[in-house]
Nanobody
Framework: QVQLVESGGGLVQPGGSLRLSCVASGILFRFYAVKWFRQAPGKERELVAGITPSGDTVYVDSVKGRFTISSDNAKNTVYLQMNSLKPEDTAVYYC????????WGQGTQVTVSS
């Protein structure tokens, strides 16, 4: 059984930073691509960033240069470092390995507000 647990969200002022973590059990992230998604109120879930087992990364245009996705195989954890946060980054953030499309965590709330 695949389980994903996201953490690290919170309330931050515009321009601030947060680091999100996604810990998996039941699978080893080192073998799978992993993506971060977010869903704002009233909006569809959107892809934010992704990382492959070889370390290749991809970002949605709106976060390029501000967010960095990385992985720590020893901890079986994928991170999303978010800098220069904007109010439009406010959303619930989820991680998911696309090979397991039906498994999602509870998400972690990120609120960017002054």
């Amino acid at each position: 059984q695949v389980q994903l647990v996201e953490s690290g969200g919170g309330l931050v002022q515009p321009g601030g930073s947060l680091r999100l973590s996604c810990v998996a059990s039941g699978i080893l992230f080192r073998f799978y691509a992993v993506k971060w998604f977010r869903q704002a109120p009233g909006k569809e879930r959107e892809l934010v960033a992704g990382i492959t087992p070889s370390g290749d990364t991809v970002y949605v245009d709106s976060v390029k240069g501000r967010f960095t996705i990385s992985s720590d195989n020893a901890k079986n954890t994928v991170y999303l470092q978010m800098n220069s946060l904007k109010p439009e980054d406010t959303a619930v953030y989820y991680c998911n390995p696309p090979y397991f499309p039906d498994f999602w965590g509870q998400g972690t709330q990120v609120t960017v507000s002054s």
